[in-house]
């Protein structure tokens, strides 16, 4: 049971709540961006900058074998 005067949740109305913000608009293309990209300034971190899949592939590599790839591997990948 309910206690009397609290209300149920489900059954609030929305609070409006003001968009997020970020300062560097070349990252963001939705909202949930701007969300994320707020949260990532907040905490002082930025995104990474786009790469090509081969360097993806190396790091990937690197951080799962502990040893870059010869190119050979990337190559047969």
Do not use: H
């Amino acid at each position: 049971m309910q206690a009397p005067g609290r209300a149920l949740w489900s059954v609030q109305p929305l609070k409006k709540t003001e968009p997020a913000v970020s300062k560097n608009d070349r990252w963001s293309k939705t909202s949930i961006d701007r969300f994320l990209y707020s949260a990532m300034e907040k905490g002082g971190v930025s995104p990474n900058p786009a790469v090509n899949k081969q360097q993806l592939l190396r790091r990937a590599y690197l951080d799962l074998i502990g040893l870059p790839p010869t190119p050979e591997d990337v190559d047969a990948f």
